[in-house]
């Protein structure tokens, strides 16, 4: 971190300096740590619009430019030339790894992929018709309870195997969710497929029939994996951090971000785009649904719209829709209703003058549940898709922060406005 100038505040005739850093690229901060000692005040930033709240070396977005790098590299040419666990490599280490790095990294993830049997029975104690992601929540965060081995997160090699437990877990975890609320049986993994394939396998092979992964098809999801693998301080990743401050265990903290993401502004909103253009249904309502996200008074937005960093364009949006191509043609579904209705809602809400002003354009969620369900991957898991994916990233900010000597529990502080002391009434005592 670089400090080479000061800002300087002035309040109630009172000036301070205070340091400005630059990182690598981006825009610079200023540092404000000494702000309440020298001034008695803070700073008030709802939603952290303006907020750094902490220093990183695993992502980077210019939201203007529409630019995504993971490590450095764009995330055009990794979903190009890479696949998710390269790019889970890239994430967690830095670099991408040569011929025989990716053939060990591969074969460990690959070699603890089953769960714990007694983990079974977290399953069974939901309904079958519980949502995934509560599912998920539950039981990624149970996994505290059968890796007491390895807890230790002050230990390096500790948050590596927690780390690698978690990335290769999580597609068998989530598999599980799904065939469980089928009632069909678990399917164990198999170690001779590659990551991707082998949760396809899990998702749709049953004991009784053989199942050969459609390589286009293994190919679209990994794509989805590897766009979702990570975005910077995003809702749940400072959520893994905030929780991860306190020191609390890697598989709470997993879980505590999967909480976060099942929100529909966050990793929830593919499934509600999904529904929102089974709810359209036909592109005469188009121009209604329109008019309803741009009326203040109800509560609707058009969901796989806009973007807290994006103000241009998501690059992951670019590629979500090029798979969706590819992917409905693999399957002859290029006449798909849903995806002609999203074409034309994203035609339509591109040319209005409320969409253009507010720089609202289509998310990476847009285009992924039309992707997901053409895979035959129910509209209820697509959350827990994207949760298996950004479990990559979670847990190497996770590690990045643990590793800091500069880290501290995170304590956010408050604008007070309630009532000041007061007593209790007379009529009120006892
Ligand atoms: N439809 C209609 N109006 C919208 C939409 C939308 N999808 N998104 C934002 N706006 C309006 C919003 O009402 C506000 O209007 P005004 O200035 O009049 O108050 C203005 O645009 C700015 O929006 P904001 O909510 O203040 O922006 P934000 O940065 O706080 O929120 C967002 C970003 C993604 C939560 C929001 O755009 C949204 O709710 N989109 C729909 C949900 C969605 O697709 N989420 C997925 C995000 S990408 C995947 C991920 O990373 O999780």
């Known amino acids: 971190m670089n400090t080479q100038r000061n800002a300087t505040l002035t309040v109630d005739g009172k000036t301070v300096e205070l340091p400005v850093y630059s990182g690598s690229i981006g825009p610079d901060v200023i540092d404000i740590r000494q702000l309440y000692a020298k001034t008695g005040m803070f700073t008030f930033d709802p939603g952290f619009v303006s907020t750094a709240a902490c220093k990183s070396e695993i992502t980077y977005i210019d939201g203007d430019a529409g630019v995504l790098l993971y490590r450095g590299y764009p995330i055009e040419q990794l979903a190009h030339h890479c696949d998710f666990l390269e790019v889970a490599y890239l994430i967690l280490r830095g670099e991408l790894p040569n011929a025989e790095q990716k053939q060990e990294f591969d074969t460990l993830v690959k070699r603890h992929t089953m769960v714990h049997e007694q983990l079974i029975r977290f399953y069974t104690g939901f309904r079958r018709d519980a949502h995934p992601m509560a599912v998920l929540v539950g039981v990624v965060g149970a996994l505290s309870a059968f890796y007491h081995d390895a807890m230790d997160i002050s230990d390096q090699y500790h948050r590596d195997v927690s780390a690698f437990r978690l990335i290769a877990k999580m597609p068998t975890i989530v598999a599980m969710a799904y065939k469980y609320g089928r009632g069909e049986p678990f399917m164990y993994p198999r170690n001779d497929l590659t990551y991707t394939a082998n949760f396809m396998h899990m998702m749709f092979a049953t004991p009784c029939e053989k199942y050969e992964p459609n390589p286009v098809l293994v190919r679209a999801l990994d794509r989805i994996f590897i766009l979702h693998a990570d975005h910077e301080q995003n809702a749940s990743t400072s959520t893994v951090r905030l929780a991860g401050s306190s020191g609390a265990n890697p598989f709470a903290c997993i879980s505590s971000g999967i909480a976060c993401l099942w929100g529909p502004a966050h990793g929830g909103a593919n499934e509600a785009c999904l529904n929102m253009l ?23 937005k058009l969901m796989g719209f806009g973007h807290r960093v994006y103000k241009n364009f998501d690059p992951r949006a670019k590629l979500m829709r090029e798979t969706c191509h590819e992917v409905l043609n693999e ?33 990476v969620d847009f285009y992924s549940g039309i992707v997901q369900r053409a895979l035959g991957i129910p509209t209820q898991l697509f959350t827990g898709i994207f949760a298996l994916a950004r479990t990559v990233g979670w847990i190497a900010q996770w590690n990045e922060m643990i590793g800091d000597p500069e880290q501290k529990i995170g304590r956010p502080r408050q604008l007070f406005t309630g009532a000041q002391k007061r007593d209790v009434p007379p009529m009120a005592r006892r």
Do not use: C, M, W
């Not at 036909?282 to 309803?292: A, F, K, P």
């Open 331 to 363: 399957l002859g579904l290029h006449d798909d209703r849903l995806f002609k209705l999203a074409i034309q809602l994203e035609k339509i809400a591109l040319e209005d003058d409320y969409f253009v002003e507010k720089k609202l354009y289509p998310n």
């Open 278 to 300: 089974e709810e359209i249904g036909d592109v005469s309502r188009v121009g209604e649904y329109i008019r309803r996200a741009k009326d203040k008074n109800d509560p609707f």
